[in-house]
């Protein structure tokens, strides 16, 4: 008895020996899994790009399940239940599927709740395109965030060796855990494509603003949307007294002057307002406009805010520098804008020989209209003398008023004789009388008036200079008119000659 008593002790102990080092085995697998677990989750957590992630995965979860074979199946992205494959390790290049294929059968009862399934071949078969491949285990998991389908995973082994419990649970939380990853990439990748666009949007917005000139700005803007959302047609029609004007326009045939009903428009354009005050700036016509909803149409939203903002501030810059540039009461251009743009004359005819006249003209009768009948009645009178230098200069030339009672008109690429026939005309239309409307009712009054002139080719391209000799001539004029008592009271023209061969004085051509 004392013998068997012995030998089931042994027994026992070798009984315990042998569970004890089962347990350590599976202990060590555990142990080793949950290490190379762990040490798939840090190498995803280290990359960004969902291919990257992918790529990860198959080779890294292959290794980590002793599968033969390893694939990422992501949806096809063209509205079909279709899927792509993403990334695969351990299938040979003819067994891979031309284009998209179908969701396996097996994977299509997966859940959230219910991710991971695994089975012989034999109760669930292999998709067609690895059916050569010797399979003899598959399982398939699901991989979701938030309720999204983001794919499918799938482990195949050639050996008899089914996926047990242990390699289920834990695929449960590799599946989790790539989702997250691929989540995470997409986030990655949106925040990018965002920086990305709001660089660019701070790149095109900085070069925008920039613009202080109206049909530059205007051009700017079809340019940028064309280019940079892109559309395939814009155009900035302006708001002024008659309607919407064409200001600028590209990738299609915009009429030059919108109506109310928008006619002779392409087909599908786009009517976007400019500007955030009333009435608006403008506005702006696109073809070809990105869907609703898009990165690109947000980025054409913001675009158009922007310009809108540009286009204001280049309207308020030129209404500016007009009432900097213009004389209030005629609304000619006055004393800074005429100097300026004589100058800018001057340079380019020197340059090219040709000459520039400067008419230099002094109202005679203002100051007595002014005395006898008031103010009003000389403001009008200098109204209606600026209408007439402005017609009559026309195309010739740009006439402004220096202040007071005093006119001058600049003309380039002239002569001598030209001139002189302009300052004729000039003197004609000046001379002319004036209907003035007073409270106790019309008046008519002749106010003369006395010119001097002076040309560039004799005198220099300076433009102080030129409208300095201009206006002594002016004055040389006026003092013979005085002398000789014209009872009309009609002026005369002076033009100023250089002391040159023998000609000390000034020539009366008046």
């Not at 494959?85 to 067994?95: D, E, N, T, V």
């Not at 925008?208 to 530059?216: E, F, K, N, Q, Y």
């Not at 809108?308 to 900097?324: D, N, T, Y």
Request: aromatic share 4%; charged share 20%; with cysteine.
């Amino acid at each position: 008895m004392g013998e068997a008593t012995t030998t089931t002790a042994e027994d026992e102990i070798r009984r315990l020996r042998a569970e004890l080092a089962q347990s350590r085995a599976i202990s060590a697998r555990a142990l080793a899994r949950a290490t190379r677990l762990a040490q798939l989750v840090t190498a995803l957590g280290k990359v960004t790009e969902v291919d990257d992630v992918l790529e990860c995965a198959v080779c890294d979860v292959a290794e980590l399940f002793d599968a033969d074979i390893a694939i990422v199946l992501t949806p096809a992205g063209d509205g079909s239940d279709g899927l792509r494959l993403a990334a695969q390790w351990g299938l040979a290049a003819r067994h891979l599927p031309p284009g998209t294929v179908e969701p396996p059968a097996a994977a299509r009862p997966l859940t959230a709740t219910r991710p991971v399934t695994a089975a012989p071949v034999g109760e669930v078969p292999a998709p067609e395109w690895l059916a050569a491949s010797g399979l003899s285990h598959l399982a398939y998991g699901l991989l979701t965030v938030r309720g999204e389908h983001l794919g499918h995973l799938l482990l195949a082994r050639t050996d008899d060796l089914p996926f047990d419990d242990a390699d289920i649970q834990e695929l449960i939380a590799v599946v989790s855990r790539i989702s997250l990853a691929i989540d995470n990439g997409r986030l990655y990748r949106r925040t990018q494509d965002q920086l990305h666009r709001l660089q660019r949007l701070n790149t095109v917005t900085a070069g925008l603003a920039g613009m202080v000139d109206v049909i530059t700005a205007a051009r700017n803007i079809v340019d940028t949307m064309i280019e940079h959302v892109p559309v395939t047609g814009a155009a900035v029609y302006l708001t002024d007294t008659y309607g919407e004007e064409l200001a600028a326009g590209g990738g299609a045939d915009w009429p030059r002057i919108l109506g109310d009903d928008l006619p002779g428009l392409p087909a599908g354009a786009l009517s976007q307002p400019l500007g955030t005050q009333e009435p608006r700036a403008g506005r702006l016509l696109l073809t070809g406009v990105p869907a609703e909803g898009t990165d690109a149409r947000s980025f054409l939203d913001h675009l158009v805010d922007v310009g809108g903002l540009v286009l204001e501030k280049a309207l308020l810059f030129q209404r500016i520098r007009m009432q900097a540039e213009t004389d209030v009461l005629t609304g000619m251009p006055n004393r800074a804008y005429f100097m300026e743009t004589l100058a800018a004359s001057l340079s380019r005819c020197r340059q090219d020989g040709s000459d520039v006249a400067v008419l230099f003209i002094d109202m005679d009768g203002f100051k007595a209209v002014n005395d006898t009948y008031g103010h009003d009645a000389g403001d009008q009178l200098l109204i209606i003398a600026a209408q007439r230098l402005s017609e009559t200069a026309g195309l010739h030339g740009i006439a402004a008023r220096l202040g007071g009672d005093e006119f001058v008109i600049a003309c380039t690429d002239t002569t001598a004789a030209e001139a002189e026939m302009l300052a004729a005309h000039i003197q004609e239309a000046v001379d002319a009388p004036y209907r003035l409307r007073l409270p106790t009712g019309e008046v008519e009054v002749i106010a003369g008036c006395s010119i001097g002139l002076g040309l560039a080719a004799d005198y220099g391209y300076d433009a102080s200079v030129l409208l300095s000799t201009a206006d002594a001539s002016m004055y040389t004029a006026k003092q013979r008119r005085r002398a000789a008592r014209r009872a009309s009271a009609v002026g005369g023209l002076v033009r100023a000659v250089p002391p040159r061969a023998g000609l000390g004085h000034d020539d009366d051509l008046g």
